[in-house]
């Protein structure tokens, strides 16, 4: 088992916004039932223990793209959306921030007592995990959010978040029942957080001697340098940079949705008649369902989907957000009766994009591609935070070239 990376997450205050909070409840449970469909329940589970994938999926919600505010954002839509189908679904979310994590216990009882679990078990589970990150590890970071996702088949992931009160930044830390053949050896999917030089780790697999017990994990232990794994380094500003970006791959995205004959081509696949910008979002949400986890070391890109709250890299176009949660959810519930073709058409505009990324290697021209974002924000009532394009009067969107 490896760690799959380190990423810095710059704390950020302040609530989300309910008119982005509904909308990632929508888009959020949409995109987790559509991986359910084409794959698995085991493979949604595989996604969150994943922090680069984490990161963009985020993302590409609406949420900005570097921040901590992710993690709890993300997991408090999900526990919203998917635990009211989870009869259907077969995937429960227990915890979350502050209180909400101390009722975990009582949560993953009530799901065991209903499915047949060792309701026990989960519980030491749960505790367990947080203790390890909470005292295993003397990184300097206390846990403050607990998330526990359970299926119908007992396999579970643990998402939970640290503060660092010292140096204002946060650490994610990714749990996978999959992954996990000893609880004080190598446990972790992945550790999100910045890299931070030499740390105290008990749970490394060269601890073993100062083990006594699994739940006296205080003995002293070699130390644990970190630096070996691969990093996602979060900047502490806003802004998404040219260097955040993977300019062939958006440069792919921008041409399907733009290009005429690929816009054509794309509207298609997708048995909808759909316009570009529409399409930009649809490439890049259907790249997170069928992507493979190659694809997510570069999670600022998939900002360009739907902006980010805060405004950066531009405001939520919410006539955007709402006309490609509506395919999708057309998709979605198509599938449900029988009729797969417009849901598998998100398999196809993925692989798509990846072949005249492939073929033709465009690349964005990062620059434009922001300032035609930020014209056409009023049009499409682009919202932030901070400011509400939708109250100023509408611009025609105007025509740019997007490449180099």
């Not at 259907?88 to 993953?108: A, D, F, K, M």
């Not at 009882?109 to 590890?137: M, P, Q, Y």
């Not at 505009?349 to 620059?367: C, G, N, Q, S």
């Amino acid at each position: 088992m490896k760690r799959s990376g380190f990423a810095d997450l710059p704390l950020h205050g302040g609530r989300v916004p309910e008119w982005l909070a509904q909308r990632m409840e929508k888009l959020g449970t949409a995109i987790a039932e559509s991986i359910v469909y084409h794959y698995s329940a085991s493979e949604f589970l595989t996604r969150l223990s994943d922090p680069f994938w984490f990161q963009a999926f985020g993302a590409v919600m609406g949420m900005d793209w570097h921040s901590s505010g992710i993690t709890t954002s993300v997991m408090s839509a999900l526990k919203r959306g998917l635990n009211p189908r989870a009869h259907e679904l077969g995937i429960y979310v227990c915890g979350g921030r502050g209180r909400q994590s101390r009722n975990t216990p009582t949560e993953l009882l009530i799901i065991a007592d209903r499915k047949g679990f060792d309701g026990g078990e989960l519980v030491r589970t749960s505790r367990l995990t947080a203790k390890i990150d909470n005292n295993a590890i003397a990184d300097g970071f206390q846990i403050y959010l607990h998330s526990f996702v359970l299926t119908a088949a007992g396999e579970w992931v643990v998402v939970q978040q640290g503060l660092n009160d010292t140096n204002g930044l946060a650490r994610r830390y990714h749990w996978h029942s999959a992954t996990v053949r000893d609880f004080v050896s190598e446990p972790h999917t992945g550790i999100a957080g910045e890299n931070r030089g030499t740390i105290l780790n008990l749970v490394d697999a060269r601890a073993k001697p100062a083990q006594a017990a699994l739940l006296e994990i205080a003995s002293e232990a070699p130390d644990k340098v970190l630096g070996e794994v691969r990093k996602l380094v979060m900047p502490r500003g806003h802004e998404v940079r040219m260097r955040d970006v993977d300019l062939e791959r958006l440069g792919a995205v921008l041409a399907v949705s733009y290009e005429r004959q690929l816009r054509d081509f794309a509207s298609l696949l997708l048995m909808e008649n759909l316009g570009p910008r529409t399409l930009q979002t649809l490439s890049l949400v259907a790249e997170v369902v069928h992507g493979t986890p190659t694809r997510f070391d570069d999670p600022a890109r998939f900002s360009f989907a739907l902006g980010g709250k805060d405004g950066h890299p531009f405001p939520v176009p919410l006539k955007t957000y709402d006309e490609s949660l509506g395919v999708l959810r057309r998709a979605v519930g198509a599938a449900k009766l029988g009729h797969s073709e417009k849901l598998d058409g998100f398999k196809r505009l993925d692989r798509l994009v990846r072949t005249v990324e492939e073929r033709y290697k465009p690349v964005a021209d990062f620059e434009r591609v922001l300032a035609h974002e930020r014209a056409i924000s009023t049009g499409l009532g682009g919202r932030s935070v901070l400011f509400d394009a939708a109250r100023r009067k509408p611009v025609r969107e105007k025509q740019l070239s997007l490449f180099g």
